[in-house]
Nanobody, 128 residues
Framework: QVQLVESGGGLVQAGGSLRLSCAASGLTLRNYAMAWFRQAPGKEREFVAAISWSADSTYYADSVKGRFTISRDNAKNTVYLQMNSLTPEDTAVYYC?????????????????????WGKGTLVTVSS
């Protein structure tokens, strides 16, 4: 049974930082590109960042580029999202996603239809 379990969410002031983690089990993580999506209240789920299976390429939404960093440790079956310079517009539930793919990260990973597995999400709230 595949499980993706996010952690690290919480309440932070604007300008602060958080690091999200996604612990994967039940799958061979090196066969999957990994991504983060988010869904703000009243809005549709949107792509945040993706990383290739080997971690040699990443891709970011324009809204987080330069502030967020995605990384992974295949030995620990864990993916991370370091979020800096947070703003209230970053408030959302953040979801970890696994995409069965061994190609380089790119805009194709922004398509949620490509996701094979989803986590249940972790809430990030940024206060002004």
């Amino acid at each position: 049974q595949v499980q993706l379990v996010e952690s690290g969410g919480g309440l932070v002031q604007a300008g602060g930082s958080l690091r999200l983690s996604c612990a994967a089990s039940g799958l061979t993580l090196r066969n999957y590109a990994m991504a983060w999506f988010r869904q703000a209240p009243g809005k549709e789920r949107e792509f945040v960042a993706a990383i290739s299976w080997s971690a040699d390429s990443t891709y970011y939404a324009d809204s987080v580029k330069g502030r967020f960093t995605i990384s992974r440790d295949n030995a620990k079956n864990t993916v991370y999202l370091q979020m800096n310079s947070l703003t209230p517009e970053d408030t959302a539930v953040y979801y970890c996603a696994a995409v069965l793919s061994r190609v380089a990260a790119g805009p194709h990973f922004a398509d949620s239809a490509r996701v094979n597995y989803w986590g249940k999400g972790t809430l990030v709230t940024v206060s002004s």
